[in-house]
């Protein structure tokens, strides 16, 4: 509509005619469109397992220090050979896998552990297909991370909530893959394992191999791909 008064007045304006004032005003009282806002930059990553390959798209802008630490891993190749562990099957598509740079080669040093970037600074949220670090205390996180299978917003920071009430740092999300995700957390369970670490029931009868994982160029249409639904 913007448009056509625009192009009206223009024309008016060629034939020498007066503009009305109404046509006038209106033109001038239309407030234009914000310009669209760039979207975060982001950064993939395939993650090449055992049960197929898994496609992740990284928050580089929204969640920079937990991304970069991620991609270290990724870069220095810590993940090859490393696996998905851990499953949570509490619904049909309800829980989450965990997997993690566990197994140390001859001579190589743990990387740091890095600061707690909460979903309340980052503005993401763990829904399906979300990537999100494990860890125990504030600023303890290293390589472990999981991917939840639906809406699993209560792993999100609450401030407003009694005790250690962060949340996990979620930064980014599953673009392909969501059928592997699902065949892992499906998988049978080693009742008897994970007494150790408080996971009881958790623990995969036979982890699921990272082959490899490797950054990967995103499509050249810049699609992102919302979040899959299982």
Known sequence: MKLMRAQLVAVLMLCG??????????????????????????????LQTSEGPIVLELEKDRAPITTRNFLRYIDEKRYDGQTFYRAINMAENFGLIQGGATIMKPGQKLIPPIAHEPTTLTGLSHQTGTIS??????????????????????????????????????????????????????????PALGVKEGMVGQMLAQPVRIVTARRVVAPASGATGASPKP
């Open 133 to 190: 670090m494990a860890r125990g205390a504030l600023g303890t996180a290293r390589s472990d991370f999981f991917i939840t299978v639906g809406d699993m917003s209560s792993l999100d920071a609450h401030p407003d909530k009694p005790g250690d009430n962060q949340g996990f740092a979620a930064f980014g999300h599953v673009v392909e893959g969501m059928d592997v995700v699902l065949k892992i957390m499906r998988a049978p369970i080693n």
């Open 17 to 46: 005619l007066a503009v009305p004032a109404s046509v006038a005003a209106q033109t001038a009282a239309t407030p234009s469109a914000p310009p669209a806002q760039p979207r975060p930059a982001t950064v993939r990553v395939a």
